[in-house]
């Protein structure tokens, strides 16, 4: 079952999602909190349900809709503060560095971003430094508006947990600009390059009702197991030669 969307969202009709038992703090709306997200209203070490909303796949129309964007009274209300939380649940849980709403079924303009430094342990040093992937804090992007600094034109394989199993090459950015607002209401404006580029635009593309199947070069989509395969032949370092050792993030 997915989260209601109304005009004014009523976000609280979570359960059939799977769902989970752990300690935790509560999400306090802070993306600088390193606890695993709680709900609103929980005490300090409560016991409550970790609610992992299902991930919509490719041919569900929600990811193909123009997310609606919100107003700074929708952004701090409960309903919106907690859905982020369930958002971050989510990302964690399936190993993600990005998920954008529409990709829980809800076409509204926001997406939770975290690359962590043990999700890059697979990686070479070669590789990180041609990627240009460092470690990404949690943070929220809400109704953003992206600016490319540089070409689209610098291609890694990218894969996505709404289109399972396969992945393909895909030429973006090195360098944007992303204004929009924090899970605050506060406007913000960033600058990033390398792989956090990247996954901004992957992010600002579910936003806009696109994926990266739209943009991508057909000849090279494969599964995520023969990509595997095809790394582990020898003499093989780069990705502008190669396939990567797993795809680069997992976005929904």
Not at 25 to 46: I, K, L
Not at 73 to 84: G, H, M, P, V, Y
Not at 118 to 135: A, D, G, H, I
Not at 194 to 214: C, K, P, V
């Amino acid at each position: 079952m997915h989260i209601i969307t109304s005009t004014t969202p009523s976000l609280i009709s979570y359960f059939g999602a799977w769902q989970r038992q752990c300690w935790v703090g509560p999400y306090t709306g802070n993306a600088d909190d390193r606890q695993e997200p709680a709900r609103q209203g929980f005490g300090t070490r409560e016991r409550v349900v970790a609610v992992i909303l299902k991930i919509c796949e490719v041919g569900n129309p929600v990811l193909r809709k123009v997310a609606r964007s919100l107003s700074a009274e929708e952004i701090r209300s409960n309903d919106i503060q907690t859905l982020i939380g369930y958002m971050r649940d989510t990302m964690r849980d399936a190993r993600g560095v990005g998920l954008a709403a529409p990709q829980i079924g809800e076409s509204l303009q926001i997406a939770v971003i975290e690359d962590k430094a043990e999700y890059q342990k697979t990686l070479t040093p070669e590789q990180l430094s041609e990627r240009q992937r460092v470690s990404v804090d949690f943070h929220v992007i809400i109704n953003p508006q992206v600016e490319l600094l540089a070409p689209a034109d610098l291609s890694f394989h990218e894969g996505c947990l709404s289109i399972p199993r396969l992945m393909a090459m895909v030429a973006r950015s090195s360098s944007v600009r992303v204004t929009c607002v924090d899970e605050h209401g506060e406007q913000r404006v960033i600058d990033a390059t390398g792989w956090y580029a990247r996954i901004l635009q992957h992010e600002i593309d579910h936003l806009q009702g696109r994926l990266y199947t739209d943009i991508m070069q057909p000849t090279t989509l494969t599964t995520i197991e023969n990509h595997q395969r095809q790394n582990s032949a020898p003499n093989k370092s780069s990705e502008q030669k190669q396939v990567m050792t797993r795809p680069p993030f997992r976005l929904k």
